[in-house]
């Protein structure tokens, strides 16, 4: 117990001199400006945005051993749930200033697995196997282009020029495309017999034909849509300035119902439209197609022996 106090004491005596160190420095030198040493953030706040970080890990295994047991709706709901750890583990980063290099290759990590790997065996399981091995390389294909995608994504992050739109389709993106229509066709059941344009889509999502071409021409004009140099828009360089809050929450109000009154058709709507405004933006002369050949320049990249 002495031996606790006279530390503590040689604490408040230390403290105590550099508290009148300061203030006789300003009272000599107003114009001095005295820099205080930050108080390092414990290692709990850089453990939380990879505990969430894991949470995506977990959801996109868990999608892979769904789709292999044949349960392609819950396949499908991970892959979303991992689409929204994904999300948090960057907000969560952020706002705790926890931001790390490590986080950020653990991140890509996960992504592969998550939104890579186990919408590639989804679609195989869930309808691509009937094609044999031109099945498989479509899959494969899919896989590879959301590795380089990631890739991609890291070197530019790593010189700066990450921070505006994306270059490319973000392969979170891409997956939910997969999972939408996989719960679309899985989970959807026609409300009413009256509705006939519900009943139409119930019977066409029910033909095995329809399954197969979809997933065969989807999955590889995803998989040349994330490598493509075509600019997507992200939520940082969205401008609402123009329009009034009230409006804003009213928009968001009639989002929301219009997604809870068929989640299947409007969560597919949201994520294929998406994927689809690249293409059209560049089309109609909106956007450029982004320079990146200075990723490939020797002095952006990192080399590491795994």
Request: aromatic share 12%.
């Amino acid at each position: 117990m002495a031996i606790r106090q006279r530390r503590k004491g040689m604490k408040a005596i230390q403290q105590g001199l550099t508290a009148f160190r300061k203030a006789r420095l300003l009272s000599r030198h107003p114009d001095v400006t005295v820099l205080v040493p930050k108080k390092k953030l414990g290692g709990a706040i850089y453990i939380l945005p990879n505990l969430i970080t894991t949470g995506n890990l977990f959801f996109g295994f868990f999608s892979i051993v769904k789709s292999l047991q044949g349960s392609f709706l819950w396949a499908s709901a991970a892959i979303l749930l991992a689409a929204i750890f994904d999300v948090l583990d960057g907000r969560v980063a952020r706002m705790t200033k926890s931001t790390s290099e490590f986080g950020v290759q653990y991140d890509s990590l996960c992504d592969l697995v998550s939104f890579g790997l186990a919408p590639s065996l989804l679609m195989y399981q869930a309808g691509l196997n009937e094609l044999g091995r031109l099945g498989w390389i479509i899959c494969f294909i899919f896989l590879a282009c959301g590795a380089l995608r990631l890739a991609r994504f890291n070197v530019q992050s790593s010189i700066g020029k990450a921070s505006g739109d994306f270059t490319g389709l973000p392969i979170p993106m891409a997956a939910g495309v997969v999972a939408c229509f996989v719960a679309l066709w899985a989970g959807f059941e026609a409300k009413s017999d009256d509705f006939q344009v519900l009943v139409w889509i119930d019977r066409t999502l029910k033909d095995n034909a329809f399954r197969t071409t979809y997933f065969a021409v989807s999955g590889f004009l995803l998989a040349m849509a994330m490598v493509t140099n075509i600019p997507y828009r992200s939520h940082k360089t969205i401008n609402f300035k123009g329009v009034k809050p009230f409006r804003l929450l009213v928009m968001g109000v009639a989002l929301v119902a219009l997604v809870a009154a068929h989640p299947e058709i409007f969560g597919f709507l949201l994520f294929f439209g998406y994927a689809a405004s690249g293409p059209i933006e560049w089309l109609l002369g909106w956007t450029k197609l982004v320079d990146d050949d200075d990723i490939f320049e020797s002095g952006s990249q990192t080399h590491l022996d795994s």
